[in-house]
C-alpha cells in the first residue's frame, strides 16, 4: 500500500488502485487501520518492540526458544508457536 500513498504526481489513487486491482474500500480500511490500530494491534507492537530489545541484547544470537525463555522469565505470557499473520 505503500506505493499508493507516494506521490505519483499526474496519477489518481483511484487509477493506481484499479491498475493494481485493489478495491477503493480495502485500500481506505487499510488506511483507517493504520491511523487508528485496534487494542490487540497496540499489544502486538508493543510484544514485537519487547522481542526486539532481547534479540538486541543478545547481540543477534538469540533464537526464537531463548526469546520466548526471556519473555517468560520477564513475565509476558505468550504462546510459542504464534504464527505471523
Known amino acids: 500500500m505503500r506505493f499508493v500513498d507516494e506521490p505519483h504526481g499526474r496519477y489518481a489513487v483511484a487509477l493506481l488502485l484499479r491498475v493494481l486491482g485493489i478495491s477503493e474500500s480495502t485500500y481506505y480500511d487499510w488506511v483507517r487501520q493504520a491511523e487508528q490500530p485496534c487494542d490487540r494491534d497496540e499489544v502486538d507492537r508493543g510484544l514485537l518492540s519487547n522481542i526486539r530489545?532481547?534479540?538486541t541484547a543478545s547481540g543477534g544470537t538469540?533464537?526464537?526458544?531463548?526469546?520466548?525463555?526471556?519473555l517468560r522469565r520477564d513475565g509476558i505470557g505468550v504462546g510459542r508457536n504464534a504464527s505471523s499473520g
Open 53 to 55: 530489545d532481547i534479540w
Open 62 to 70: 538469540y533464537g526464537a526458544d531463548r526469546v520466548h525463555q526471556q
